[in-house]
């Protein structure tokens, strides 16, 4: 049989580096897979059970491996089933290819089944590249230009096949006007400021008193580099939610999460700096910076688009953060007295027990924050933890210390549920012999995780560490947004929009071959723990969690406080089981500074 257009669609991949495919297969798409299985493994495809599950694990595997995301889907359901998935890659500047179905190109127009105008679909969420082929020469460009403007770019591309050109014979395009000779290959550049912006970003640095250090997913790859500069410059520094690992808590001036699902150190130490040093993050919420004009401002960025955009910066570096680091630490002066470093570290040790103290409160059966504090400890070397969204990104953010050598991620810009089990598939893909450990509500789990662990019935036994734990916080309630409408809105709660029904999560585990535990007391969590990371196989994790411990901000403002107020007296139906001691946490932490 000769080549077919599929056939060379893989043969290129696999040129391009291409090791592994996310997907779901469809009629759109089957010229492709007829390929695929041809060439004898050398891509591996990995089923999900849903396109958009492919989706999170193309743009997962793209964040835990550093390499291109991949994933396929048929035509039509399959393709847009895709695009939530695609987004959460987008916008969080992982370099992701779809690969879609299409009509024949005879049939499109026609209003044909599953035909939908893919281009225009993706137009958007892969806008740097988005093209729908139409004759078999122009497959080879197509597939160059799409992988290499999403490596060189770090965006999310798309190549649309109508299916009978799939099953076309490949034809090489001929030398003469009108088509194009492309070729495979990119190398990552050393992307670097000049000397003399390295040098304006030292002066700002080395008259600032108080320096604060604002890291993100930018600085995933430059934590040595991120240490010797706050060191040089006895600095503290705080992580925005996907730069949960670029520095390892166990450091004294390093003060955990920002934002709406962090510390209290790390808002205090944005109050209260005079210099600004920003390194790799996008974080949105301006609230939790400096007051404009309290502190000079330097940042550096990869993506010159994502410059003083939080904070006017009076320098602004574009550059790859552990190559601009490494130039820029000469130039800096060591900082005298060691005090700011120091208030930072007090305050750093204070928080500690403070959230130790807010993990043990009694609740009704267990408090949610217990379950992140008592494994904090336990987390072997070298984990890799992911968390969906809900209020267990808050327990995720706050409690858990990362070491040296862990790896962390969840959908950040897209803040999607549904995406912590696939992104701890994809991490098993990435790092088959390291430990992997998801954090899910139990709405997020009914919404499409769930389905997924069928995916990890049907892997694990491939990959050599078998641990693989799924860790569900069933609290019967989408509760994150049930304190939002709270505490936002001071509205009570919406019982018809909020109340789930109760799953036995563990017993689903069991029936398609894990472990199951399950956890309705507190002192019960630990060994819990120690099980489900001593099994030999996967393990789901069900833990009763009370829906009424606030997963509120570490410094909620007066008026969001006065709404919590309202929402208490304007009957909420879950009014008389707030409990004593999580209000009186709430009012501590209304203050700033108290
Ligand atoms: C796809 C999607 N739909 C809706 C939301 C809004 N949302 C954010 S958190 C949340 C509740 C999640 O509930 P659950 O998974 O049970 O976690 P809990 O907050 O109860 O711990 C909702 C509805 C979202 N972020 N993503
Ligand atoms: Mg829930």
Redesign the pocket.
């Known amino acids: 049989m000769s080549q077919t257009v599929g056939d060379f669609l893989v043969e290129r991949l696999h040129a391009w580096g291409v090791k592994k495919m996310f997907g779901y297969p469809g009629d759109g798409i089957n010229g492709v897979f007829g390929a695929l299985n041809r060439a004898n493994g050398k891509i591996e495809f990995i089923q999900a059970r849903h396109e958009e599950m492919a989706a999170f694990m193309a743009s997962a595997y793209a964040k835990f491996s550093g390499e291109l995301g991949v994933c396929i889907a048929t035509s039509g359901p399959g393709a847009s089933h895709l695009v939530?998935g695609l987004y959460d890659a987008r916008l969080d500047h992982m370099p992701v290819l779809a690969i879609t179905g299409q009509q024949a190109r005879t049939a499109i127009g026609g209003h044909c089944q599953q035909e939908v105008d893919l281009p225009s679909l993706l137009k958007d969420v892969a806008g740097a590249f988005v093209e729908q082929a139409s004759a078999p020469a122009q497959v080879r460009h197509l597939v160059d230009r799409a992988i290499r403007t999403a490596l060189g770019e770090r965006r999310v591309t798309a190549i649309v096949l109508p299916n009978d050109l799939q099953e076309a014979p490949y034809q090489e395009p001929p030398r003469k006007h009108g088509t194009v000779h492309s070729g495979v290959g990119f190398a990552k550049p050393k992307t670097m400021p000049y000397e003399a912006d390295l040098r304006r970003a030292a002066d700002v640095l080395n008259v600032g008193k108080r320096v604060a250090i604002l890291v993100g997913a930018g600085a995933l790859r430059a934590t040595d580099e991120v240490i010797a500069v706050a060191d040089r410059l006895q600095a503290g520094a705080a992580k925005a939610l996907l730069g949960k690992a670029a520095l390892p808590d166990d450091l004294s001036w390093v003060t955990g999460s920002i934002g709406l699902l962090g510390t209290k150190p790390s808002y205090e130490l944005m109050m209260e700096c005079d210099t600004l040093l920003m390194i790799g993050s996008g974080f949105p919420y301006s609230e939790f910076m400096p007051k404009e004009g309290q502190a000079r401002g330097v940042q550096i960025d990869i993506a010159p688009d994502m410059l003083s955009l939080r904070y006017p910066m009076e320098v602004n570096l574009v550059g790859d953060a552990a190559e601009t680091l490494r130039a820029l630490l000469p130039l800096l002066d060591p900082k005298g007295d060691g005090k700011w470093r120091q208030r930072i570290a007090d305050n750093v040790s204070e928080w500690w027990k403070t959230l130790e103290e807010r993990a043990m409160v009694d609740a009704n059966p267990v408090n949610?924050q217990r379950v992140t504090w008592e494994l904090s400890p336990r987390l072997p070397d070298r984990v890799i933890v992911t968390s969906?969204?809900?209020?267990?990104a808050n327990w995720y953010a706050r409690d858990l210390k990362m070491r040296r050598g862990m790896m962390a991620s969840l959908s950040g810009g897209l803040?999607?549920?549904?995406a912590a089990v696939p992104y701890a598939i994809a991490a098993k893909f990435a790092h088959p012999d390291r430990p992997v450990i998801a954090l899910?509500?139990?709405?997020?789990?009914q919404?499409n995780n769930m389905a997924e662990l069928i995916t990890v019935a049907k892997y694990w036994r491939r990959w050599s560490d078998h641990r693989w734990i799924v860790c569900v916080?069933n609290?019967e309630?989408?509760?994150?947004?049930t304190w939002e409408q709270r505490v936002m809105e001071g509205d009570p709660k919406f019982d018809a929009s909020q109340q789930?029904p109760n799953v036995p999560y563990h017993k689903f585990g069991e029936l398609i071959g894990f472990k199951g535990i399950y956890v309705d007391r507190p002192d019960a969590l630990g060994v819990a723990w120690d099980e489900a990371l001593a099994a030999d196989r996967p393990v789901v994790l069900e833990v009763k969690t009370d829906?009424e411990v606030p997963?509120l901000p570490p410094h909620i403002t007066f008026e969001q406080a006065k709404h919590l107020t309202e929402a208490l007296t304007k009957g909420d139906p879950h009014e008389g089981s707030i409990i004593k001691e999580t209000a009186k946490q709430v009012w501590a932490s209304l203050i700033p500074g108290k």
Do not use: E
């Open positions: 939530t949610p969906d969204s809900g209020s267990c803040a999607s549920m549904g899910v509500g139990d709405g997020a789990m919404m916080f609290n309630d989408l509760n994150q947004v789930i829906p997963p």
